[in-house]
């Protein structure tokens, strides 16, 4: 098979570099090209040279439609908006769409379902296998452990992410909510401010740090009497989501259309 074509969306972003090196750097994976959203400074630049790499002989482009028709594939870690128009155009194209981007509404997840009718599509809010592994961890947890158990998140990130909880807490409180039979917009504490009474059984609390250069801390807390058991995950650089989403786009190259996490990816769907 020859090698899987793949675009970058918000190439001249940070992990839009981390991903141009890994696609670089992984066997059985070609840059087909690089986009930018219009007037960004990347435009025109080499796709290699803004990622470190050398030049690759791929401009930074602002229209992906003539990429994703030349391409196997396209990985997305962008915005809300940028990931909707690139979901359709990704259908159109019949090709697979690695989504790691988070701050998705729920309007907009149903977008991306009916997309997913004719592209193959791999969506996370986290692209990490560790952190994957730790939602089937946690999930199990919250199963094996009653409500006695308080389960509270938290989570830490750079002082430049706009949305909160992170992708990944939220992917964590679903685990967390999926473990114990219930939904998690039904259970989840996000704010806790002036007198607020005792915490309600059941409920799956979020507290959101933001500050310095922090890639993404998460811990996962189930407080009962008299213990405390802690899951967690630190990343330490952005190159496990990009290769994380790698993995993903080689593991739907040829399957039928359809909407897939990480977890299938893994394996762990069944966890």
Same mark, same amino acid.
């Given at each position: @098979? &020859?090698? @899987?074509?793949?675009?970058?969306?918000?190439?001249? %972003?940070?992990?839009?570099?981390?991903?141009?090196?890994?696609?670089?750097a992984t066997p059985?994976?070609?840059?087909? %090209?690089?986009?930018?959203?219009?007037?960004?400074?990347?435009?025109?630049?080499?796709?290699?040279?803004?990622?470190?790499?050398?030049?690759?002989?791929?401009?930074? #482009?602002d229209d992906p439609?003539?990429?994703?028709?030349? !391409?196997?594939?396209?990985?997305?870690?962008?915005?809300?908006?940028?990931?909707?128009?690139? /979901?359709?155009? /990704?259908?159109?194209?019949?090709?697979?769409?690695?989504?790691?981007?988070?701050?998705?509404?729920?309007?907009?997840?149903?977008?991306?379902?009916?997309?997913?009718?004719?592209?193959?599509?791999?969506?996370? #809010?986290?692209?990490?296998?560790?952190?994957?592994?730790?939602?089937? =961890?946690?999930?199990?947890?919250?199963? /094996?452990?009653? =409500?006695?158990?308080?389960?509270?998140?938290?989570? @830490?990130?750079?002082?430049?992410?706009v949305d909160a909880?992170?992708?990944?807490?939220?992917?964590?409180?679903?685990?967390?909510?999926?473990?114990? #039979?219930?939904? =998690?917009?039904?259970? &989840?504490?996000?704010?806790?401010? $002036?007198?607020?009474?005792?915490?309600?059984?059941? &409920?799956?609390?979020?507290?959101?740090?933001? $500050?310095?250069?922090?890639? %993404?801390?998460?811990?996962?807390?189930?407080?009962?009497? #008299?213990?405390?058991?802690?899951? %967690?995950?630190?990343?330490?650089?952005?190159?496990?989501?990009?290769?994380?989403?790698?993995?993903?786009?080689?593991?739907?190259?040829?399957?039928?259309?359809?909407?897939?996490?990480?977890?299938?990816?893994?394996?762990? &769907?069944? !966890?």
């Amino acid at each position: @098979m &020859s090698d @899987m074509r793949l675009v970058v969306m918000g190439a001249a %972003g940070r992990m839009g570099r981390s991903l141009i090196r890994a696609i670089e750097a992984t066997p059985g994976l070609v840059l087909a %090209g690089a986009v930018e959203r219009p007037g960004s400074d990347a435009i025109g630049v080499d796709a290699g040279l803004l990622a470190g790499t050398g030049t690759l002989g791929i401009a930074v #482009g602002d229209d992906p439609l003539p990429l994703f028709a030349r !391409a196997d594939g396209v990985i997305d870690f962008t915005n809300p908006a940028t990931t909707l128009a690139a /979901a359709e155009l /990704a259908a159109q194209a019949r090709i697979v769409h690695v989504i790691g981007t988070t701050g998705l509404s729920a309007a907009d997840d149903e977008k991306i379902a009916a997309a997913a009718r004719h592209a193959v599509i791999v969506k996370s #809010g986290n692209m990490s296998l560790g952190v994957n592994l730790l939602a089937a =961890l946690v999930r199990q947890a919250a199963k /094996a452990l009653d =409500l006695s158990y308080d389960l509270e998140i938290v989570e @830490m990130h750079h002082r430049h992410k706009v949305d909160a909880p992170s992708g990944t807490a939220l992917m964590l409180g679903r685990a967390a909510a999926e473990g114990r #039979g219930v939904a =998690l917009d039904d259970v &989840s504490v996000r704010v806790r401010d $002036g007198h607020t009474g005792p915490r309600e059984p059941g &409920s799956i609390g979020f507290a959101t740090l933001r $500050g310095g250069s922090v890639v %993404g801390d998460h811990v996962v807390i189930l407080a009962g009497e #008299g213990e405390r058991i802690e899951l %967690g995950h630190r990343a330490e650089n952005r190159d496990i989501f990009a290769r994380g989403a790698l993995k993903a786009a080689l593991w739907a190259r040829g399957r039928k259309p359809g909407l897939h996490t990480m977890a299938d990816v893994l394996g762990l &769907s069944e !966890a």
